[in-house]
């Protein structure tokens, strides 16, 4: 089992930036991948995100990729997104979440592969 806990959500303004962190605890978490979603008012959980916890390669959906940005803190067991140049539509509830290592090749964008997740927190652009 592996359990995630995010914080720093809050509020920015557009152009703003920001860094969530989600701490990781459980057994095994060293050989797993970690990412993100997002999930927007009325909308489905999207994938942003991911890395194994090795920190390479990173993986982004075309609408982070040049703007977020993963990175792990092994020594803290901590996962960091940086978002920059934050848009409106990047408003959203952020979930932190985890998936035993392997070839995500094909699937690492749903969120059907990812078994662990955090209990989100809130992340607000305003325009």
């Known amino acids: 089992q592996v359990q995630l806990v995010e914080s720093g959500g809050g509020l920015v303004q557009t152009g703003g930036s920001l860094r969530l962190a989600c701490k990781v605890s459980?057994?095994?978490?060293?050989?797993?991948?970690m990412g993100w979603f997002r999930q927007a008012p009325g909308k489905e959980r999207l994938f942003a995100i991911a890395v194994p916890w090795s920190g390479h390669p990173s993986i982004y959906s075309e609408s982070v990729s040049g703007r977020f940005t993963i990175s792990i803190n092994d020594a803290t067991n901590t996962v960091y997104l940086d978002m920059n140049n934050l848009k409106p539509e990047d408003t959203a509830v952020y979930y932190c979440v985890s998936t035993p290592g392997g070839d995500h090749s094909t699937d690492i964008n749903q969120a059907s592969a990812w078994p662990y997740w955090g209990q989100g927190t809130h992340v607000t652009v305003s325009s």
């Open positions: 459980g057994d095994g978490f060293r050989r797993f991948w």
